[in-house]
Every structure is written in structure tokens, then in C-alpha cells.
């Protein structure tokens, strides 16, 4: 079955690059999510890549696709208080039928002045 | 924002009440989920919709019931609440192979 693995927790300093790192399992995915939870709001999305691309780069996000290795990392440069929220990597594929997301549980990004 | 609004946003019930949750969009998706949020947990879908009428369940669907007789309102029943069902539902819809997510409703059953 469809499995989408994250590490719970991350800590960074400010001003730091942040790696947060999903692995997942479904190698028909056609599209991978990164999306920002903040304390008591909904989930927000960031950025997505389409499994044929290796990276997409948005500002201070950087995605990386390792189809080979089922790996999507997500990368924040010059990380600030800000960023301090729950990050969810997701996965679905394309197709005429459904479109069920999978989820990951979420890595709690902690940053520190 | 994809204009998704959740009511109501907090809610405290007896065990064994029944309880109703409504998700309202108004930019005219398919498709539309509600999920819960536990601690450890991450995002567990219950059920989705796919148009009109059209629903089925989700991984985590035991204790909940939905309907969707129009487009933009998407209705999650708990028959009889338990204390397990504390948690935080989320609604969201899906347009263009984007989620958009509501704000949540905070329920406790005690």
C-alpha cells in the first residue's frame, strides 16, 4: 500500500538552511506536495513537483525529487522564526478517477533565534 | 484561499450526542475531504466526496456519515459521539490537482 515516511521533529538556528526529508512508496506518483501547518490553522500548501522534474526552486524553497530512491526533500534557505510550523509531504497521482492525497504525519520545524 | 469556511470552529458535546460539522466552498471543486488531526497521528481521512451525492470512505470512516446535496456544502455526522472522536476535522476541497484547506473544528467530546 500507498506509505508516506517524515522525521517528527527538526531543530534549526536562525538563519540556518533546513532540510526536512520524506520518503515515500508509491512509485506511480505523479504529483508530491510540501505543505505548512502554523498553530491552529489549516494546512496551507507551499509547493509541489510533478514526478518528472529532479527540482523546482521557489525564493527560499528549494524541492528535490529522487524518483530512483522514492526521496523528496524540502529545503529552506535563511530559515527565520517564521518558518517555525508542522510540515507535511504528500503524494497522489493523476489519473481519470480519484484524487486521494497521501499525507505523511508531519515534521515539526522548531526554529531558534 | 479557495474560500473554504468550517462551522462551527469549536465545540464541546456529551458523549453520545449526535454532531454535525459543515465545510461551505464557494469555488465550485469536485471534490471535497474531511480529514482528523491527532497528535502522532498527522492526517487521517474519513471520507471525501467527489460530486454531488457522491461519497465514500476514507480510512478512518467507523462512527461518521456524510452527505453532499449541493456543490459547496459537505456535512460530517458523528451518530453518537465518543471520546475518541476528540480531535480536529479539517475540511478541504481539491481543484486542479491542488488541496486548499479550511481552518478546522476544534471538537471535544466529553
Known amino acids: 500500500g500507498e506509505d508516506v515516511e517524515q522525521s517528527l521533529f527538526l531543530s534549526v538556528r536562525e538563519g540556518d538552511s533546513s532540510v526536512i526529508n520524506c520518503t515515500y512508496t508509491d512509485s506511480s506518483s505523479t504529483y508530491l506536495y510540501w505543505y505548512k501547518q502554523e498553530p491552529g490553522a489549516g494546512l496551507q500548501l507551499l509547493t509541489y513537483?510533478?514526478?518528472?522534474?529532479d527540482m523546482k526552486q521557489d525564493q527560499r524553497l528549494t524541492v528535490l525529487l529522487n524518483k530512483k530512491d522514492k526521496h523528496l526533500s524540502l529545503r529552506i534557505a535563511d530559515t527565520q522564526t517564521g518558518d517555525s510550523a508542522i510540515y507535511f509531504c504528500a503524494e497522489t497521482f493523476a489519473s481519470g478517477g480519484s484524487y486521494i492525497p497521501t499525507f505523511g504525519r508531519g515534521t515539526s520545524l522548531i526554529v531558534h533565534p | 484561499d479557495a474560500g473554504i469556511t468550517q462551522s462551527p470552529r469549536h465545540k464541546v458535546t456529551e458523549t453520545g450526542t449526535p454532531v454535525t460539522l459543515r465545510c461551505h466552498q464557494t469555488e465550485n471543486h469536485r471534490y471535497m475531504y474531511w480529514y482528523r488531526q491527532d497528535p502522532g497521528h498527522g492526517l487521517r481521512l474519513i471520507h471525501y466526496?467527489?460530486?454531488?451525492?457522491?461519497?465514500d470512505k476514507g480510512e478512518v470512516s467507523d462512527g461518521y456519515s456524510v452527505s453532499r446535496s449541493k456543490t459547496e456544502d459537505f456535512l460530517l455526522t458523528l451518530e453518537s459521539a465518543t471520546s475518541s472522536q476528540t480531535s480536529v476535522y479539517f475540511c478541504a476541497t481539491a481543484g486542479r490537482n491542488e488541496q486548499f484547506f479550511g481552518p478546522g473544528t476544534r471538537l471535544t467530546v466529553l
Open positions: 466526496s467527489y460530486g454531488v451525492k457522491d461519497t
Open positions: 513537483i510533478f514526478s518528472n522534474m
